[in-house]
C-alpha cells in the first residue's frame, strides 16, 4: 500500500524559511507525478507545486513562484519543497499528493494519493 509521509513543518517567523519533505513507501511503480498542495484555516485546498517523473520539469502557484523550490530524489522516492521568504498568508496544513503518471508534464490533477499533512505556521 502506498504511503505519504511529510515532514518539515513548524513555526518559523516572517522572511524565514523551511524545508518540507515527503517521503513515498510502497510504490509500484517510478513514473508518477508528485506535488504540493495546501489549506489555510477556512479557505480550500490549492496547488502549490508539481514536479514531472523525470524532474526536468516544475510547476508553482503564481503565490509562490521566486520563493518557492520543489525538488525529488527518485532514488530515495522523496520530494522536497524547500520554502524561502515566508509571509504569514503561506501558513497553511501542506499536504503531499501522488499519481502514478508517466508524462513529462509537471500538473498534479486527478492525485491518487495523499499525505496526512504537515503544519507551517509564519508569525511573528
Known amino acids: 500500500q502506498l504511503q505519504l509521509v511529510e515532514s518539515g513543518g513548524g513555526l518559523v517567523q516572517p522572511g524565514g524559511s523551511l524545508r518540507l519533505s515527503c517521503e513515498a513507501s510502497g510504490l509500484t511503480s517510478p513514473y508518477y507525478i508528485i506535488g504540493w498542495f495546501r489549506q489555510a484555516p477556512g479557505k480550500e485546498r490549492e496547488g502549490v507545486s508539481c514536479?514531472?517523473?523525470?524532474?526536468?520539469?516544475?510547476n508553482y502557484a503564481d503565490s509562490v513562484k521566486g520563493r518557492f523550490t520543489i525538488s525529488r530524489d527518485n532514488a530515495k522516492n522523496r520530494v522536497y519543497l524547500q520554502m524561502n521568504s515566508l509571509k504569514p498568508e503561506d501558513t497553511a496544513v501542506y499536504y503531499c499528493?501522488?499519481?502514478?503518471?508517466?508524462?513529462?508534464?509537471?500538473?498534479?490533477?486527478?492525485?491518487?494519493?495523499w499525505g496526512k499533512g504537515t503544519l507551517v505556521t509564519v508569525s511573528s
Open positions: 499528493a501522488l499519481r502514478y503518471y508517466h508524462t513529462v508534464q509537471a500538473i498534479c490533477v486527478n492525485m491518487d494519493y
Open positions: 514536479i514531472s517523473s523525470s524532474g526536468g520539469n516544475t
